[in-house]
């Protein structure tokens, strides 16, 4: 429980760091540069950068643990709580990041700024960035409702 919470929570940090310092960050460059600082951070991430990988993954796996062992070891409300933290965590930031994120990530990482017309790069960074940005203010406040909600039970059990 204590992992899935320090996990959950380092990643909430992380949505909430994009959402609040690096997106407004690279707001202010033109088209080019904004697909291009994206696509540099991204690919960081990308190519399974170990400590970030053990966290992302981590959060997960830890969490259905606790989840799972929460469902025998606690109970009334600090069980629905657990619970609740579990289903807000995998639909509001696994799900959107899986079917939403990272796709759009991908396709961000196939445009090659330097040979497209600024009309291109427009176009490539309007299909991303609002989209991006809107679903990642979506996981970053699941994600801190996760880590609220974990407190809660750590702190009551």
Do not use: H
Not at 81 to 109: E, R
């Amino acid at each position: 429980m204590i992992l899935a919470t320090f996990l959950c929570s380092l990643v909430a940090g992380f949505l909430f760091a994009f959402a609040v310092v690096i997106m407004p960050g690279i707001r202010s460059l033109d088209d080019g540069g904004f697909i291009r600082a994206f696509q540099v951070i991204d690919r960081v991430i990308q190519k399974n950068q170990p400590l970030f990988m053990f966290v992302w993954v981590g959060s997960v796996l830890s969490l259905i643990a606790a989840a799972v062992f929460g469902l025998w070891a606690l109970g009334g409300a600090n069980r629905l709580l657990l619970i609740a933290a579990a289903i807000v965590y995998l639909l509001g930031v696994q799900l959107p990041t899986a079917a939403i994120n990272i796709p759009l990530n991908n396709d961000l990482q196939t445009l090659d700024s330097s040979t497209m017309s600024e009309t291109m790069r427009k176009r490539g960074r309007d299909d991303f960035e609002g989209r991006w940005n809107r679903w990642n203010a979506i996981r970053t406040a699941c994600a801190c409702l996760t880590s609220i909600l974990l407190l809660i039970v750590l702190f009551s059990a």
